[in-house]
């Protein structure tokens, strides 16, 4: 059962963000310090990903691991109330994805998903960012 009234459920469903998160940030802000200028949110690509980079045909999404089902992740957790809505919720999110990278890719576009658990540490992030550092000759030494 939820511990929220459907007012207070419903105020801090709002409150989540679709731009600028923080796992965004933290990709956009080690993508700069290794070098690399970008453009957020680019509106006449499929998907509008989260940080293109135009001059390597990169897109990147920053996918929180709760909305687009992380494997294996302790962030993908199912709400227990209203179960069959977040199961069509989730399904649909997974659909969406899996057509937006096929189009790009289609497009000649490298898609690289960056999950909000891999954005936690520098580490992880950069791991998570090393095909495109690996593809564009700036494979950089982890601290």
Same mark, same amino acid.
């Given at each position: *059962? ?10 801090? *469903? ?16 080690? /993508? ?10 680019? !509106?006449? /690509? ?12 990169? !897109? ?23 179960? !069959?809505?977040?199961? +069509?919720?989730?399904?649909?999110? /997974? +659909? ?7 189009? /790009? ?21 950069? *791991? !998570? ?15």
């Amino acid at each position: *059962m939820d511990t929220l009234s459907p007012e207070d459920r419903s105020k801090r *469903m709002a409150k989540v963000r679709s731009k600028n998160t923080k796992p965004e940030l933290r990709t956009r802000s080690c /993508l700069h310090r290794l070098g690399f200028r970008f453009r957020l949110h680019v !509106a006449n /690509l499929t998907g509008k990903p989260d940080i293109t980079l135009p001059r390597w045909q990169v !897109a990147i999404f920053v996918h929180g691991c709760f909305w687009h089902r992380h494997k294996g992740c302790q962030y993908t957790t199912t709400p227990q109330t209203n179960s !069959a809505f977040w199961e +069509e919720k989730f399904k649909s999110n /997974l +659909e969406r994805d899996r057509r937006v990278i096929a189009d /790009l890719v289609a497009q000649g576009w490298d898609v690289i998903v960056v999950w909000e658990c891999q954005t936690k540490t520098e580490a992880s992030l950069r *791991m !998570a960012l090393e095909p495109l550092l690996k593809k564009r000759g700036k494979l950089i030494e982890f601290d």
